[in-house]
């Protein structure tokens, strides 16, 4: 009897340590304390055994049972809070081979990226970003830049006029330059980059909205030099260039008195190509000596002050620099387009 009874304990021992599921225990618990477990049909043969052998079996079966249940017990609880948590740390792992399509980029249209290079550049020489309406009254955009009603020169402009009467949406950035004078004492030194808009049909190189960028510099003692100088050291930062020779021609508009055209040489070519029509020079940059009148609109006097301005196409130096030759493309939405920039 001893010996069946240590057998059985050393079979369940051996049983439970091999097993390694919670859910395989109940199995075990069945095939010893089940109604025909080995421990239940042993205590069931008691009845069988003399007073004597009662007595001494008696407390070693029922120590065996108390053993078992408690075992049974243990290696249960202790399997299920091993499942846990394995189940944990494989929640905190991640397959790093896993092929996760890539998320789609938003990124900077091609307007944005050219204003911010230009800005920088205009920055690094000490001159401020100004903003201005776009919606103007007919003072800045034309009165206050030298051009009175009734002048030719307002045809170069076609406009864009609102409903209500002496309102336009402006035609250049000019309009900031004399805002900026209104608004501040020389030494005066910024740019304006911004929407404009002239009444054209649209076509490949014209759209009836583009963006300028407005300069402006008033100090004493300012001359022609400075505005050659500062036109040249933009081009060259913008194009990425270490020599770039610029070219001046008269050129006219009402708000500067001497008024140039600015080219600078080809930076696609030396001999002539189609983008700068077989000339190697490109119209860029036009400018001037602030005209008296226009200094005495924002509120500075000629007489102790000047100043030169220029006002480029910054949509022009944009698709000069990024080879686009399509002006409609910049806002026509097409992601295979913007997707390059
Ligand atoms: N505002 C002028 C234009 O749009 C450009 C310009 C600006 C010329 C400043 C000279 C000085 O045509």
């Avoid at 010996?3 to 304990?9: A, D, G, L, M, Q």
């Avoid at 005209?291 to 944009?318: S, W």
Wanted: glycine share 8%.
């Amino acid at each position: 009897m001893q010996t069946t009874i240590k057998n059985i304990e050393n079979d369940l021992c051996g049983q439970l340590t091999r097993t390694t599921l919670a859910k395989e225990i109940e199995d075990i618990r069945i095939a010893f304390l089940g109604k025909k477990g080995s421990i239940t049909l042993l205590l069931s043969q008691m009845k069988e055994l003399s007073l004597e052998d009662k007595k001494i079996f008696g407390p070693l079966m029922q120590a065996l049972r108390q053993m078992a249940e408690t075992s049974i017990d243990e290696r249960k609880n202790y399997l299920v809070q091993q499942e846990a948590q394995a189940e944990t740390v494989k929640s905190q792992l991640f397959d790093v081979t896993v092929n996760v399509s890539k998320a789609q980029e938003g990124h900077l249209h091609p307007y944005t990226h050219i204003i911010e290079e230009i800005q920088q550049i205009f920055l690094s020489m000490g001159y401020e970003i100004w903003d201005g309406p776009e919606v103007e009254t007919d003072f800045y955009n034309f009165s206050a830049l030298n051009i009175p009603q009734d002048h030719p020169a307002r045809d170069m402009y076609d406009t864009f006029w609102t409903n209500i009467p002496g309102n336009l949406l402006r035609t250049h950035t000019s309009t900031v330059q004399i805002r900026a004078m209104q608004e501040r004492t020389p030494p005066i030194a910024g740019i304006a980059p911004g929407r404009t808009y002239r009444h054209e049909a649209v076509d490949a190189s014209h759209d009836y909205q583009f963006m300028q960028c407005e300069g402006l510099f008033v100090d004493k003692n300012v001359t022609i030099g400075h505005l050659f100088a500062t036109a040249q050291t933009f081009l060259k930062a913008f194009f990425g260039k270490d020599t770039l020779d610029i070219r001046i021609r008269p050129g006219f508009f009402p708000f500067v008195e001497p008024g140039f055209e600015i080219d600078m040489r080809c930076v696609f070519c030396k001999n002539g190509c189609s983008v700068c029509k077989q000339s190697t020079w490109i119209e860029v940059f036009p400018g001037g000596m602030v005209h008296p009148n226009v200094l005495k609109a924002g509120g500075i006097d000629p007489e102790q002050y000047a100043g030169f301005a220029f006002g480029f196409g910054l949509t022009r130096l944009g698709m000069l620099k990024y080879g686009i030759d399509d002006i409609r493309l910049l806002y026509s939405g097409k992601l295979k387009f913007l997707e390059q920039f």
